[in-house]
């Protein structure tokens, strides 16, 4: 099963179990009111726990390939960098070239850096740099 599938599943799950320990404290009245009254704090818990997805740092990452994501996430960051550098070199009335193409050189580099981390887990990160290597 997908982790996504399985996080889903657990929320779902964690939520209807939280929701069915209110209704039964509320409704079930052959219980003593001081274990109603625990049911439906104890629901109300659960419940929230499950809206608030802290059940989520018990389950597992579901990213594997880590090293294509963080680079990608570095692309990103150059982009955002690249609009700020155009945006205050638009205000500013500056040329803007001297300053956007070291961000697009970085960011033709990481482009060229993205097929040999495709398909790399944490696992298998170095892989390829050893096999590549004279022994």
């Known amino acids: ?21 209110i209704v039964a404290g509320a409704l079930v009245s052959a219980w003593p009111v001081n274990v109603r009254a625990l049911a439906v704090v104890v629901g109300m818990l659960v ?29 990103l960051n150059r982009v955002r960098e690249l609009n700020q550098v155009v945006l205050a070199a638009r205000s500013s009335g500056l040329q803007r070239d ?8 970085q960011m033709h580099d990481i482009v060229d850096r993205l ?3 495709a398909g790399r ?10 096999e590549g290597q004279v022994h």
């Open 1 to 21: 099963m997908e982790t996504r599938t399985r996080r889903i599943l657990v929320r779902l799950g964690t939520m209807a179990v939280g929701l069915l320990l």
């Open 47 to 75: 419940y929230l726990t499950a809206i608030a997805r802290t059940f989520e740092r018990m389950l597992p990452d579901q990213r594997r390939y880590m090293p294509l994501r963080a680079e990608t996430e570095e692309f």
């Open 98 to 105: 001297a300053y956007t193409e070291p961000i697009i050189q």
């Open 115 to 117: 097929p040999t981390l």
């Open 121 to 130: 887990d944490m696992q298998h990160s170095g892989e390829e740099e050893r």
